[in-house]
């Protein structure tokens, strides 16, 4: 990679394999929040509303430079390739690989815009990738599953909430206690997930275990920045298999 060009990783591939070059001077572009401002009549103030502290998804356009691999054999078999890689309907991780740190929930917003060189129409074009972007991005380090803190500690390194997801695998029931807020599981025989945003909590995609479950709140644990504590214990004559949690920290873009 040289000073000014990187590579994406999305769908599991990345730009590299269909010899893209990202431009990494691409414009960077950040979410606003959703604010409504309403005249105040015979005044020159405004009053100002938070749309639920939401914020709006946006669109990031990078510029590419394309050197064809000789396993296509032409540039249209090249961009057939680079359209089924991209087409989807739902949002994906997109890595970048001069900002490692955090994962981008994206989509592909518009076709790409492929242009032909002028220097090699056969084996060069430049080409540009629009993603529609969610407002936030995850951490790296918090974006896969990982063991519980051995000394019961964690620090959420951003300053937004965090919602974890929770699996455990075991038989009987369980406590789990977040800052010191408990979270009953009953009867569990086998996986149990608990999704952090949803707060489904469920053996797989066809079996709920909502009835199982006791929440603080009716919600999943929240992380708040800074310190916060976990402390996960089988109860009587319990078994616990495994236990892992997936922190989900995150940022606005």
């Not at 914020?55 to 356009?61: A, I, N, Y």
């Not at 060189?117 to 974006?143: C, N, V, W």
């Not at 977040?178 to 945003?197: A, E, K, S, T």
Request: negative net charge; contains cysteine.
């Amino acid at each position: 990679m040289t000073d000014n060009i990187g590579y994406i990783s999305y769908r599991g591939k990345s730009s590299a394999d269909f010899g893209f070059g990202i431009n990494i001077d691409s414009k960077r572009v950040h979410s606003a929040p959703n604010l409504t401002f309403n005249q105040i009549p015979s005044s020159s103030i405004e009053n100002i509303f938070s749309n639920a502290h939401s914020r709006s998804p946006t669109d990031v356009s990078f510029s590419c430079t394309i050197d064809r691999p000789e396993r296509f054999e032409d540039m249209d078999d090249l961009e057939d390739a680079v359209m089924d890689w991209l087409d989807g309907s739902e949002y994906a991780p997109l890595r970048l690989s001069w900002k490692p740190t955090y994962i981008y929930m994206a989509i592909v917003s518009t076709a790409p815009d492929f242009t032909q060189s002028q220097d090699d129409m056969e084996s060069h074009e430049i080409a540009t990738i629009t993603f529609h972007m969610q407002p936030l991005k995850y951490r790296a380090d918090g974006y896969y599953w990982q063991s519980l803190p051995k000394n019961g500690q964690i620090v959420n390194p951003e300053r937004l909430k965090a919602y974890p997801d929770w699996h455990f695998k075991g038989t009987g029931n369980f406590v789990l206690t977040v800052n010191g807020m408990p979270y009953q599981f009953n009867n569990i025989d086998g996986d149990c997930y608990l999704d952090g945003l949803s707060a489904d909590c469920f053996q797989d995609q066809a079996t709920s275990l909502n009835e199982n479950v006791v929440l603080t709140n009716n919600d999943a644990p929240v992380f708040e920045h800074g310190l916060n504590t976990i402390k996960f214990e089988p109860q009587t004559d319990a078994s616990l298999d495994l236990i892992e949690w997936k922190p989900n920290w995150r940022r606005i873009l």
